[in-house]
DNA sequence: GAAGCGTGGTC
DNA sequence: TGACCAAGCTT
């Protein structure tokens, strides 16, 4: 093992954070815990991480399991599909695998969800089969010891790190080494105010010999957000009683639960809504107040209608088809449908409603 | 390769 | 208040 690696296990073994997941080795927490953590903050993963495991502590619940209760387990999470992924792979294992768990990097990348970094991480972990993984952390480690402030978010710099973290793995504890990396990154190799003076591996790493660790690295070019309107169809019956959701098929939210919703971006606008309630004679408002909703690349201005529908279901069918929406839909009591929905946007909605 | 997909925390 | 971002994957 390289004494790069050595350093930086030994201020592992002594540094490292303690998680749930990381009390024993045990390969279901593991995939579970990787798949919440995608693009999540760990902060918000903890508490949800134990919630998810007590509710589906093993592959044959999770397997198993209703899509409520798959809903609840992952309201506010985002990236819903990564729950729906969860639920295929469980069955896919069960499948394929003789009631074990996959046990190398190529067979966890078919498990549905798991793509380079997750199929490395837990194999590296739980089975040490000495594969690097690279994440926004390990990027950010490697490109200040190689001192790159350029090209590190192009195919040829993300080789390159790859490249690094292959020949620096050791074959012995590839899990702890990849664990290192991270907790080094998330801790001390921080993107905003890195605390070098406590850096183990500061012998090894060129930028900050060079005292450019500010530069790298380089910032990621980012996408430009497109402004979007989204119309959110609160279909009321029953002396106002019962409103109206359905499982979005297509768009922001599609396989979720909630509000059928209508956005700029498919040519929608208030008028054109208007015109379709008018003609089917339904009571339409559109209320004043709006909401605010970022979805990745759009930042969107949320409009909620109210449509009395009374107990004409012919018509709420026609408005629904009108709109290619799904025709099939559930009626709540307004106090219920807080525990019928997933998405924050859904709440924002229910808020416009309750502030009127 | 690029676009699409969510949210809560943080500064 | 708002911009930026976090243990990426899929199409």
């Avoid at 004494?3 to 080795?25: C, H, V």
């Avoid at 994440?135 to 993300?158: A, F, H, P, T």
């Avoid at 002396?239 to 909630?258: D, P, V």
């Avoid at 509000?259 to 339904?282: D, M, T």
Wanted: hydrophobic share 35%; aromatic share 10%; with cysteine.
């Amino acid at each position: 093992m390289s004494q790069f690696s050595k350093d930086l296990i030994a201020w592992y073994q002594l540094n490292k954070r303690s998680f749930p997941w990381r009390e024993q080795i045990n390969v279901y927490h593991t995939w579970i815990c990787e798949v919440m953590s995608q693009q999540t903050t760990l902060a918000v993963v903890l508490p949800r991480f134990k919630e998810f495991i007590n509710e589906l502590p093993d592959l044959h619940s999770l397997a198993n399991c209703s899509d409520e209760k798959l809903r609840k387990l992952w309201v506010g999470l985002g990236y819903y599909a990564r729950a729906r992924n969860l639920r295929n792979g469980a069955q896919y294992i069960l499948q394929n695998f003789d009631n074990k768990f996959p046990s190398c990097k190529d067979e966890w990348l078919k498990v549905p969800g798991c793509g380079p970094y997750t199929a490395s991480i837990i194999s590296s972990i739980c089975f040490n089969e000495p594969v690097a993984c690279v994440d926004g952390n390990v990027v950010r480690v490697v490109s200040r010891i190689l001192g790159m402030n350029k090209d590190v978010w192009e195919k040829i710099g993300q080789e390159k790190i790859s490249c690094y973290v292959n020949e620096c793995i050791p074959k012995n504890y590839p899990g702890c080494f990849n664990q290192a990396m991270m907790d080094l990154g998330a801790t001390v190799c921080k993107k905003q105010n890195p605390i070098c003076q406590e850096c183990p591996i500061q012998k090894y790493c060129y930028s900050f010999k060079n005292n450019i660790v500010s530069l790298c690295p380089p910032n990621k070019p980012r996408k430009d957000f497109q402004t979007e309107n989204i119309f959110a169809l609160l279909l009321r019956r029953n002396k106002k009683l019962e409103y109206s959701i359905i499982l979005r098929n297509q768009g922001f939210l599609a396989k979720t639960k909630g509000f059928p919703l209508l956005c700029s971006k498919e040519g929608y606008s208030k008028e054109k809504i208007l015109a379709v309630a008018n003609k089917l004679n339904l009571k339409t408002t559109c209320l004043e107040k709006t909401f605010k909703h970022s979805i990745t690349h759009h930042k969107i201005t949320g409009h909620t209608f109210v449509i009395d529908c009374n107990e004409d279901d012919y018509k709420v069918k026609s408005l629904l088809k009108h709109f290619a929406l799904p025709e099939k839909n559930e009626w709540f009591a307004l106090a219920h449908i807080k525990q019928n929905i997933s998405s924050s946007l859904d709440l924002k909605v229910l808020k416009t409603l309750s502030s009127e």
